[in-house]
């Protein structure tokens, strides 16, 4: 018995496999390479086309922005500013906060800003940087934000010596981007905090985009071209335009809208900043987190300017089945619903 079991394990031991053909075991390593190989690729273009997408969407604060005045009062945040056109008088000891709100165009910003400006203790000053000469160069922009900061910059908006915010609206697209570090470095050294304003509906951007540059030419309102309107029937006049949106390129239009984007928030992600989105805006008017973010004592924010493209972007947009045919089942499917 014995010897039949030391038989049979010698038998296993000796047992050898059959012979296999090596052109056979090539072709199968060959094959599942190239199967690694597309996987692999398709998972890193999947991440590089939501990458931007995630980094847009994400809400990133740094520094903690839910703190009043109070609490500003000992930080390095707050200044002191000498303005060289006028006295401050009895608002001299009061500091003042350094702002900037970076934005798009037809992102609510314009909205944004009066709504900033109602408040009593808020100096925002524009769109400072759409005259082309004060971004013609690095230096012509450190100049105008000197003297921005230094409240010696004069408009509608201005509460001069009792200012307790001050700043501006800043487009992407003027100067900001290109010269990205040198801006950032002089936010960060002159302690300027960041608003960013996007619009998550980067579709109904697109319509809103298309719908003003066609009122540059038309001039729809009584030969008057008007970015924004105080009136419904205002609103009303500018909205019955739809345009027809490049449905070829839309896709990559609207990557190249949200890169953008994603660009800038990487330029500035050192520096103090806040996110707000337009959509959240229109749920709520108080700018609770902005105020809390500049310090400001909370007041009721208005603002006379009146929405143009209501309801379903269905109702906007000329070749509304080319559009939803090209975004249903892409990421951007969602901008098709109404979001607000």
């Known amino acids: 018995m014995v010897e039949d079991m030391c038989f049979l394990y010698k038998e296993i031991l000796v047992m050898k496999p059959p012979k296999r053909s090596p052109m056979l075991l090539r072709t199968a390593v060959i094959i599942f390479s190239m199967v690694c190989g597309v996987f692999i690729f398709s998972v890193c273009l999947k991440q590089i086309s939501t990458q931007a997408r995630t980094t847009f969407m994400d809400f990133k604060v740094i520094d903690n922005h839910s703190q009043s005045i109070l609490k500003l009062m000992n930080t390095h945040l707050l200044h002191y500013p000498k303005p060289s056109s006028f006295s401050r008088n009895e608002c001299a000891h009061n500091p003042v906060l350094f702002f900037a709100i970076l934005s798009n165009q037809r992102s609510g910003s314009g909205w944004f800003e009066t709504l900033l400006n109602s408040h009593v203790n808020v100096s925002s000053y524009g769109e400072i940087f759409s005259v082309r000469e004060r971004r013609q160069n690095v230096s012509s922009i450190l100049l105008t934000l000197d003297k921005v900061y230094n409240l010696d910059w004069f408009n509608s908006a201005s509460k001069n010596e009792c200012s307790a915010a001050t700043g501006l609206k800043w487009m ?156 249903k089942g892409t990421i951007y499917e969602s901008f098709l619903e109404a979001d607000y």
Do not use: C
Request: charged share 25%; aromatic share 8%.
């Open 172 to 327: 992407l697209n003027q100067g900001l981007v290109e010269h990205h570090k040198e801006i950032a470095e002089y936010f960060n050294h002159r302690r300027v905090s960041i608003i960013f304003l996007f619009r998550r509906n980067l579709l109904r951007r697109m319509v809103s985009m298309l719908a003003n540059s066609y009122d540059r030419y038309a001039k729809l309102l009584n030969g008057t071209h008007k970015a924004h309107v105080h009136s419904a029937e205002e609103a009303e006049i500018l909205s019955k335009y739809k345009p027809i949106i490049n449905s070829t390129s839309l896709l990559d239009d609207l990557k190249d809208m949200e890169m953008r984007s994603a660009k800038a928030l990487e330029y500035f992600n050192s520096t103090r900043h806040i996110i707000v989105y337009y959509e959240d805006l229109m749920r709520n008017h108080t700018l609770k987190d902005v105020q809390e973010f500049l310090g400001l004592p909370q007041m009721e924010l208005t603002s006379r300017h009146v929405k143009i493209h209501r309801g379903p972007l269905s109702d906007h947009i000329q070749n509304w089945d080319d559009v939803n045919k090209t975004l």
